[in-house]
């Protein structure tokens, strides 16, 4: 795992009263994922899935899987909300959502843009724009960035 992972791992559990998570995802619903959106998923992000499925940490909520029907589930279900916005906005497939900032943007791994390990950067998304009118703005390198970023911000 990447230290920015690691770190922000040990922040959340000196915080542990700011958790609450949905159970880890065993290595079937996190494989299931994956084929169900078409990617890969980075490492750090396995570890999230494996270690909380998804996360509520204080008020940010960190998209992830916990549940094997993807259909059948919501926010803050990172598969059923990926394909809802494939659906509802026509969402391109490159992009994962990991949060949503209530503001109309939705952070996402973006796996058009590569780090230099190969793992999708992750960038902003705004639903209902044209690709075309997307900027696409690189806010972190990889996932475990974007995490230590989250908690920090939510600590602070």
């Not at 915080?15 to 750090?44: C, H, W």
């Not at 999708?120 to 972190?140: D, M």
Request: hydrophobic share 35%; aromatic share 14%.
């Amino acid at each position: 795992m990447s230290d920015e992972y690691n770190k922000a791992k040990e922040l959340m559990e000196e915080n542990d009263y700011r958790i609450d998570g949905f159970g880890g995802a065993s290595e079937t619903i996190i494989k299931k994922a994956q084929m169900v959106l078409g990617v890969e998923f980075p490492e750090d992000y396995k570890q999230f899935l494996s270690d909380f499925g998804a996360l509520t940490f204080g008020s940010i909520e960190i998209y992830g899987v916990f549940k094997e029907d993807f259909e059948n589930s919501g926010v803050p279900d990172t598969v059923w909300s990926t394909l809802n916005e494939r659906k509802l906005v026509s969402m391109p497939k490159h992009y994962v959502i990991l949060h949503n900032t209530g503001m109309g943007e939705m952070y996402c791994m973006n796996f058009a843009e590569l780090n230099s390990r190969n793992e999708p950067k992750i960038t902003s998304y705004f639903p209902g724009f044209s690709e075309e009118a997307q900027q696409n703005e690189v806010l972190y390198d990889n996932f475990g960035e974007f995490l230590l970023d989250m908690v920090n911000e939510e600590i602070n």
